[in-house]
């Protein structure tokens, strides 16, 4: 409600069709979720810790939500001017709105684990207050001088916060323990969002989707087991992924 009445019609149109588009890279990586939880139980039935499963889950979502972050900009970058001409003055929106909902999304999945294992909620509900109040008090500050810029880096400021929080309670109520692989993995987040913000020609894309690739192999970020685990309990349309899974894990 604050965003629409800063913009005005106009602005809040460009703001919500980059919101629309920027969503989708988040929907794709989100329809792993189900799979991930899948084979997240089977490790418990097998006896293994909350940590284990957390973790193989963050590991798999990092790798969907890498590649599909370095896929779906580029073609969000060529496709928008070509068919959404009018729209094309909001791509830097739309790039900022899709790499906050999208990186954020192997960080998410904690919260997951954090109901699952009966952890106390209430600190989700002070979140929630700071988070709202983040949004309602950077959009007056930033809307009226930047415009659907400024929405978008209030939305990023809120998402910051609540991806902080989120990985931050996770690791103190130890349903999630990043280990050297984790960590990794975490660094590589903004790193990649301001990869993708400030540089990314789109002859660089291939070689940072390979590069993705490598560095999962390299530093054997996956088990074999896990890969096997996991790509057992993908749906159908997802079963193309196996073959990467397999391929990258040691």
């Given at each position: 409600?604050?965003?629409?009445?800063?913009?005005?019609?106009?602005?809040?149109?460009?703001?919500?069709?980059?919101?629309?588009?920027?969503?989708?890279p988040?929907?794709?990586v989100?329809?792993?979720?189900?799979?991930?939880?899948?084979?997240?139980?089977y490790?418990?039935?097998?006896?293994?810790?909350?940590?284990?499963?957390?973790?193989?889950?963050f590991?798999?979502?990092?790798?969907?939500?890498?590649?599909v972050?370095?896929?779906?900009?580029?073609?969000?970058?060529?496709?928008?001017?070509?068919?959404?001409?009018?729209?094309?003055?909001?791509?830097?929106?739309?790039?900022?709105?899709?790499?906050?909902?999208?990186?954020t999304?192997?960080?998410?999945?904690?919260?997951?684990?954090?109901?699952?294992?009966?952890?106390?909620?209430r600190?989700?509900?002070?979140?929630t207050?700071?988070?709202?109040?983040?949004?309602?008090v950077?959009?007056?500050?930033?809307?009226p001088s930047?415009?659907?810029?400024?929405?978008?880096?209030?939305?990023?400021?809120?998402?910051?916060?609540?991806?902080?929080?989120?990985?931050?309670?996770?690791?103190?109520?130890?349903?999630?323990?990043?280990?050297?692989?984790?960590?990794?993995?975490?660094?590589?987040?903004?790193?990649?969002?301001l990869?993708e913000?400030?540089i990314?020609p789109?002859?660089?894309?291939?070689i940072?989707?390979?590069?993705?690739v490598?560095?999962?192999k390299?530093?054997?970020?996956?088990?074999?087991?896990?890969?096997?685990?996991?790509?057992?309990?993908?749906?159908?349309?997802l079963?193309?992924?196996?073959?990467?899974?397999?391929?990258?894990?040691?």
């Amino acid at each position: 409600m604050t965003t629409s009445y800063l913009l005005g019609s106009y602005y809040l149109g460009l703001y919500q069709f980059s919101a629309l588009v920027g969503g989708v890279p988040f929907m794709l990586v989100s329809s792993i979720g189900g799979p991930l939880l899948s084979a997240s139980s089977y490790y418990k039935a097998l006896g293994k810790d909350e940590k284990l499963m957390s973790s193989v889950t963050f590991k798999f979502a990092s790798l969907l939500t890498f590649l599909v972050v370095i896929i779906s900009l580029p073609l969000a970058r060529v496709l928008i001017p070509i068919l959404f001409p009018d729209y094309a003055k909001a791509v830097n929106v739309l790039t900022i709105l899709l790499l906050l909902s999208t990186l954020t999304f192997p960080i998410g999945t904690l919260t997951t684990f954090i109901v699952a294992f009966k952890r106390s909620l209430r600190p989700f509900f002070y979140i929630t207050l700071a988070t709202a109040s983040t949004v309602l008090v950077t959009s007056y500050v930033l809307i009226p001088s930047m415009g659907i810029m400024g929405g978008a880096i209030s939305q990023l400021i809120s998402a910051f916060i609540s991806s902080s929080f989120v990985l931050y309670y996770s690791v103190s109520t130890k349903v999630f323990f990043p280990g050297k692989r984790e960590s990794f993995l975490l660094s590589l987040i903004p790193l990649i969002g301001l990869y993708e913000y400030f540089i990314d020609p789109l002859w660089l894309d291939v070689i940072a989707l390979l590069g993705v690739v490598v560095v999962f192999k390299v530093f054997k970020i996956i088990r074999r087991e896990e890969a096997k685990v996991v790509s057992s309990f993908l749906p159908k349309w997802l079963k193309f992924f196996e073959p990467i899974l397999l391929g990258i894990s040691s």
